[in-house]
């Protein structure tokens, strides 16, 4: 009986933490993306767009297309699965829209300015993200589409693409980490300041990654 009441109270606080753990990820989604559009000022030049634009695409959008499938924090929650599927597919339609808009705008403005392109980890990764991005969305077509996915389990197609997805937004979270070490955002932001800007796409990494990792876990025990 007190061994029942113990895991009950213990299983009460883990999922007091989860929820607010989302809850906590909804905020920098929002507050992440509105610091750096303070900072980058959007339109005042071509290279304002890029740090603005990367930063919805992978800080916001794709988050909160992760978030939709969260139990404990979707804000569509009650809508049935396949809704929160094609909501799933417009957002993270909107990330990859955003990402290739940001990759243009720094290419232009590097031609602008006579400088090499892709010569730092910053921007082979973010590079490779956006080329990610692109790939992830069109895959998860047949998701949508069942008669496109003949011959192939449903059930394993969206394992694939739970897994990929994850890696994906660990790319997009992992390059956003690396333009905060950039020369620009380093002159802008100093001291404990920069330390809470990183804070914000690792702790979304985290959170993000428990949330796909804890629902496979469970649909693993369910099937076995």
Partial sequence: MIHNKEAESESRFYGFVRTASVG???IISIAFPVFI???SLPGTSVFSWHPFLMTVAFGFFMTEAILLFSPRGSLIKRFPHKTKGRVHWILQSLCGSCALLGLAAIYYNKN???KAHFTSWHGL????T???VCVQSLAAVPLIYHSLAK???LAKLKRYHAASGLV???LGCTSLLLGLCSSWFTASVRGYAWYLAAICPALSALIIMNQV???YVAKKRLQS
């Avoid at 990764?125 to 490779?128: N, R, V």
């Fill in 130 to 132: 956006v080329c990610v």
């Fill in 168 to 170: 994906t937004f660990l």
């Fill in 24 to 26: 906590l990820t909804h």
């Fill in 151 to 153: 011959g192939w389990s």
């Fill in 112 to 114: 602008l300015n006579g």
């Fill in 37 to 39: 559009a303070f900072l």
């Fill in 125 to 128: 990764l973010g590079l490779i």
């Fill in 213 to 215: 990792s804890t629902a």
